[in-house]
């Protein structure tokens, strides 16, 4: 078992934009033209000049969370106890449009690099994608990432992509999209559980005196914003 935290600060500056465009099939902002034309050559299919000036939102890697890190039972924030730090360098999307919808393909870039604890196998990572419209959420997925760690004397590359982020057809351009790691909200420590409150029991009722009926539950409205989204 390993607890992670991602507000230990590790790596800066990977350079990983060659391997990202060439495994995930994406575009990167620079390069939009030239990935289009491309995958033109390669398929033979004519590509409008609307398409290739079409708007395609901004992605960003979210503030806090390029980093994350797992360390061994017992161990958090003890620097030799880190079983590996994980970091994503490099983000890019790809964008189409279809019936009324914008499709993205999504794709992050990093490297895992083992702690003084790391061993050989399976690390999963938390790896969440958002697209908003202000203060408004329109697409939200955390996905649990999987890379396989063989060699824990140097760093193992990965590359993540979400190939199916659909949204409505943007009216404006209004949209934001945001990936990285989400661990969720932090687990409370046992000092900081709140202690069981006592309880009167309520007098019986005779035969004569019915409980009163309950009150109706009033419905909470079902919306969601960007603060609902951890960072």
Do not use: W
Request: glycine content about 8%.
């Amino acid at each position: 078992m390993v607890a992670a935290t991602s507000n230990f600060r590790f790596f800066t500056g990977l350079a990983l934009s060659g391997m990202l465009l060439a495994l995930a099939g994406c575009q990167s902002n620079s390069g939009d033209v030239l990935n289009v034309q491309d995958k033109q050559a390669a398929s033979g299919e004519k590509v409008l000049a609307s398409e290739l000036n079409a708007y395609c939102p901004t992605l960003t890697l979210r503030e806090g969370t390029a980093y994350f890190n797992t360390y061994a039972r017992g161990g958090q924030d003890d620097a030799s106890k880190i079983v590996y730090q994980a970091s994503i360098g490099e983000v890019t999307r790809d964008c189409k449009r279809a019936n009324g919808q914008l499709t993205m393909n999504v794709a992050a870039a990093g490297r895992i690099v083992p702690g003084p604890q790391g061993t050989a196998g399976t690390i999963t990572m938390p790896i969440r994608v958002v697209v908003t419209r202000g203060s408004n959420v329109l697409y939200s997925q955390l996905h649990q990432h999987k890379v396989q760690v063989s060699d824990t004397t140097s760093a193992t590359q990965f590359v993540f992509n979400d190939g199916n982020v659909t949204v409505p057809e943007p009216s404006a351009r209004d949209y934001q999209v945001f990936v990285g790691y989400d661990e969720g909200p932090p687990k409370p420590k046992a000092a900081d559980k709140p202690r069981p409150v006592a309880r009167k029991k309520a007098p019986a009722r005779t035969a004569q005196q019915p409980a009163p009926a309950a009150p109706a539950a009033q419905q909470q409205p079902a919306t969601t914003s960007a603060s609902d989204i951890p960072r």
